[in-house]
């Protein structure tokens, strides 16, 4: 059976951890690191991580479910997350998270038979000025009605 943590992600963690003065302080880049490398965090990886880092699993499980970010089974190509708090509510985001999931034939929480978009509501993802928003991976997309987001999705290949 192979590690849960490749020797070359575990060079990775410790290279990452050597730079704090303890090394629990770490967790949030090294979190990235192993859900950059792996695509989500299993429960295996919180496991391997807290025994890296020498914390309990629990503070890596805070941390994993606290932060949206953070993803804890596979997601399609596209991630979308979209903003539902208050901001963007008002603005109309309600209506947005609808027809996302009419165009997508998905609901919240879900991803499309082809694995190309996982959509997952969010709370406020600190662009308020530009509600309603959402991201798409690593991108914001501000401003958005319905017209705009099927533009956005007819550019995504
Ligand atoms: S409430 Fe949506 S970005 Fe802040």
Do not use: W
Request: hydrophobic share 45%; aromatic share 6%; proline share 4%.
């Amino acid at each position: 059976m192979s590690p849960v943590l490749s020797a070359a992600l575990a060079k990775k963690i410790d290279d990452l951890a050597a730079r704090y003065p303890a090394k629990q302080a770490a967790l949030l880049p090294v979190l990235h690191l192993v859900q950059n490398e792996k695509g989500f965090l299993s429960a295996e990886d919180e496991q391997a991580v807290a025994e890296r880092l020498g914390i309990l699993p629990v503070k890596v499980r805070e941390v994993v479910t606290f932060y949206t970010m953070f993803r804890r089974s596979p997601v399609g190509k596209y991630h979308i997350q979209v903003c539902t708090n208050l901001s963007c509510s008002l603005a109309g985001g309600d209506g947005l998270v609808e027809h996302l999931e009419a165009r997508l034939g998905i609901s919240l929480g879900g991803t499309t038979a082809d694995g190309k978009f996982t959509l997952t509501g969010v709370e406020c993802l600190g662009a308020c000025e530009q509600a309603p928003c959402l991201m798409i991976n690593f991108d914001y997309y501000g401003n958005l009605d319905a017209a705009g987001i099927d533009r956005i999705l007819e550019g995504l290949a």
